[in-house]
């Protein structure tokens, strides 16, 4: 009978990461340094007056200074509506990644300010956007890909008359080398291992071999399901093949489960759960409520307050009931920033009293705020990323909440072009939340780069350390798909299936085998997962399996691993 001993040690990958993930969530009294220096902005500190800086007709532009000496441009708007601030001329690269900041500050109340480009052809960029305050410095954070060389003017503008007070202001300019250098992704989802097998008695095992196993990755990447599934083996084959997650299209919505009121059936998402269990795939559970009116069930929509409330209890007790401790995660109140339904009818703190009750019900399950466009679409005004910080905000702070395990929601429904570096400067600044973010509806409309684009958002939310699981939007019908469908009505791949099977591929890369040194040591660059690892060695009478887990939580820590063979 032997004993050993293997020991594996899981720590950080030191790597470069060329971006500055550095974001403002708050009002700051005085603006922080510009970021990269200002990138190819010139004076973006105004410390040298309004030198290559420009104000638009109508508008006066002078360079103030605080009472602590930081010097920026205001433009004054006297009554303009929308108002615009200082703008520069700058040179765009065509095929250019740009990364886009500015302290912005506005003289009376609080509104959406907007960056803008406007190229040669007077055809205007978005660029990002902020909720922009009276009497503090808030920071904007975007960036966009210019589509064309040439000139082209940078400025803010705000849909209000207010004066525009601006620095600090830097545009940073990337190639697509740059700005998906690998070393990005492999800091965010790799660990640095060191295992060390040796006999009980502290020998090492010399030469023993090793086989590695990835039994789980440690990265949830999933797929919408739909009950199609149900009758059609080759698709859940399919599926199940490729994807650790799943997220029902509408089985699980009100409207599906109980179409007429007091009349439930949950056959169908019970039959779901049970495919999606025998496979290890876990489900999202969507939605319990959507805060949009015209996806009440129609018997929801005429219900005076008393009445909606009682309804709304019974739905929770219903479907949270059921499915606590089945499912990992559940979208409370869908659709949140968009719609009102809920507030308009039960008021203003409906939804954080769903949020409670949700909690109370499931407290294992992550609650997400799922929302659109605040990825998506930089001049959606009613999805910023600070407003949906500050909703987020509202939920958390109401009475019994401070404890739920909350998440961030992002649709990511992308238009045929989409905005990565938008993409990346809105994660940033929600990663400031402190709490988890997924991806969760991701589709690209289609379009003649629909997969190029889409490998570029994959691999944008892959990379952010933020960013703690991705799902697909693109779930199988026999009579089309949703937006964007991954396989033919053979389970033959399309293009972007292609590209979801290469990255499958890519992020669960990991060694098949390796040899310890004379010490019984071995060091590996392994994706964070679950492994199987097979020790063989002359003093065993047999290969020893164990189970691993490698990811984050493990960093710094030494892990001791007895196999009794």
């Given at each position: ?5 293997l020991?594996v040690?899981?720590?950080w ?14 009002c700051m009294?005085?603006p922080k ?10 004076n973006g500190e ?20 605080s009472?602590?000496?930081n010097?920026?441009?205001a433009a004054l708007?006297?009554?303009?509506q929308p ?6 001329k700058i040179?765009?690269q065509?095929?250019?990644h740009?990364a886009?900041?500015?302290?912005l500050?506005?003289s009376n109340?609080?509104v959406?300010?907007k960056?803008t480009?406007?190229?040669a ?10 909720v922009?305050?009276a ?5 904007l954070k975007?960036?966009?890909t210019a589509?064309?060389s ?7 503008q705000?849909?209000a008359a ?6 600090s202001v830097?545009l940073?300019?990337f190639t ?7 070393p990005f ?11 060390v097998a ?12 090793l086989?590695i196993?990835?039994s ?6 999933g ?11 080759a698709?859940?084959q399919?599926f199940a093949?490729r994807f650790?997650?799943?997220?029902f299209?509408?089985e699980?919505k009100?409207y599906?489960?109980e179409?007429?009121?007091g ?11 049970q495919?999606?269990?025998?496979h290890?795939?876990?489900?999202r ?12 069930a129609?018997w ?11 309804a709304v209890?019974?739905r929770v007790?219903s479907?949270v ?13 869908n659709?949140?920033?968009h719609?009102n339904?809920?507030?308009?009818r ?5 939804s954080?009293?769903i949020?409670?009750?949700v909690g109370?019900?499931d407290?294992?399950?992550?609650l997400f705020?799922?929302?659109?466009n605040?990825?998506e679409?930089p001049?959606?005004t009613d ?14 702070a109401y009475?019994g909440?401070?404890?739920?395990r909350v998440?961030v929601?992002?649709e990511?429904?992308?238009p045929?072009?989409p905005?990565?570096?938008?993409m990346?400067a ?5 990663g400031q939340l402190?709490?988890?973010i997924?991806l969760t509806?991701v589709?690209v409309a289609?379009g ?10 994959l ?6 350390p933020?960013v703690?699981g ?5 779930a ?6 949703y937006?964007m469908?991954l396989t033919?009505?053979?389970?033959r791949?399309?293009?972007?299936g292609?590209v979801?099977d290469k990255?499958?591929?890519e992020?669960?890369?990991h060694?098949?085998?390796a040899t310890?040194d004379a010490?019984g040591?071995v060091k ?5 997962g ?5 020790v063989n060695h002359?003093s065993?009478r047999?290969p020893?399996v164990?189970?691993?887990t490698?990811d984050?939580?493990?960093s710094?820590q ?8």
């Amino acid at each position: 009978m032997h004993w050993f001993l293997l020991h594996v040690s899981v720590g950080w990958m030191a790597q470069a990461v060329p971006y500055d993930y550095r974001s403002s969530l708050e009002c700051m009294g005085n603006p922080k340094a510009p970021l990269y220096n200002g990138g190819t902005i010139r004076n973006g500190e105004f410390n040298n007056g309004l030198m290559s800086w420009s104000a638009p007709r109508g508008v006066v532009a002078t360079v103030s200074t605080s009472p602590s000496g930081n010097k920026f441009a205001a433009a004054l708007s006297r009554g303009a509506q929308p108002s615009r601030s200082v703008f520069q001329k700058i040179q765009m690269q065509s095929d250019t990644h740009y990364a886009l900041s500015a302290w912005l500050q506005v003289s009376n109340g609080t509104v959406d300010v907007k960056a803008t480009v406007k190229a040669a052809n007077s055809a205007l960029v978005a660029a990002g956007a902020a909720v922009v305050k009276a009497g503090c410095w808030t920071m904007l954070k975007g960036g966009m890909t210019a589509d064309s060389s040439g000139p082209a003017e940078l400025f803010f503008q705000a849909d209000a008359a207010v004066d525009m007070l601006v620095d600090s202001v830097s545009l940073q300019p990337f190639t697509a080398e740059e700005w998906n250098a690998q070393p990005f992704t492999d800091r965010t989802r790799k660990s640095s291992v060191r295992i060390v097998a040796r006999s009980v008695d502290g020998m090492p095992l010399a030469n023993a071999t090793l086989g590695i196993k990835l039994s789980r990755p440690g990265f949830p990447f999933g797929n919408a399901m739909w009950k199609e599934i149900l009758d059609t083996p080759a698709y859940e084959q399919w599926f199940a093949s490729r994807f650790t997650v799943a997220t029902f299209e509408d089985e699980m919505k009100w409207y599906s489960t109980e179409p007429a009121q007091g009349h439930e059936d949950y056959s169908v998402p019970d039959t779901m759960l049970q495919l999606a269990g025998k496979h290890g795939i876990r489900v999202r559970g969507h939605n319990v409520f959507w805060d949009d009116q015209k996806w009440q069930a129609g018997w929801v929509r005429p219900l005076g307050p008393a009445q909606l409330q009682a309804a709304v209890e019974e739905r929770v007790w219903s479907a949270v009931g059921r499915y606590a401790g089945k499912v990992i995660a559940w979208d409370v109140v869908n659709e949140n920033l968009h719609y009102n339904f809920f507030e308009s009818r039960l008021g203003p703190d409906a939804s954080a009293r769903i949020y409670s009750h949700v909690g109370q019900l499931d407290r294992n399950a992550i609650l997400f705020m799922n929302e659109f466009n605040t990825l998506e679409q930089p001049m959606d005004t009613d999805a910023l990323p600070a407003k949906y910080a500050a909703k987020m905000g509202l939920i958390r702070a109401y009475s019994g909440n401070a404890g739920l395990r909350v998440a961030v929601g992002l649709e990511s429904h992308f238009p045929a072009t989409p905005n990565v570096p938008y993409m990346r400067a809105a994660l940033d600044t929600l990663g400031q939340l402190g709490i988890p973010i997924w991806l969760t509806e991701v589709d690209v409309a289609g379009g003649p780069m629909q997969e190029r684009y889409l490998e570029e958002v994959l691999r944008e939310g892959y990379g952010h350390p933020s960013v703690e699981g991705i799902v697909m939007w693109a779930a199988w019908h026999a009579r089309g798909c949703y937006v964007m469908c991954l396989t033919d009505n053979s389970f033959r791949n399309l293009p972007v299936g292609d590209v979801v099977d290469k990255l499958i591929a890519e992020w669960n890369a990991h060694p098949k085998a390796a040899t310890a040194d004379a010490n019984g040591q071995v060091k590996l660059d392994l994706v964070d997962g679950q492994y199987d690892l097979t020790v063989n060695h002359p003093s065993l009478r047999a290969p020893a399996v164990r189970a691993v887990t490698v990811d984050a939580s493990s960093s710094g820590q030494k892990h001791v691993i007895d196999i009794k063979v």
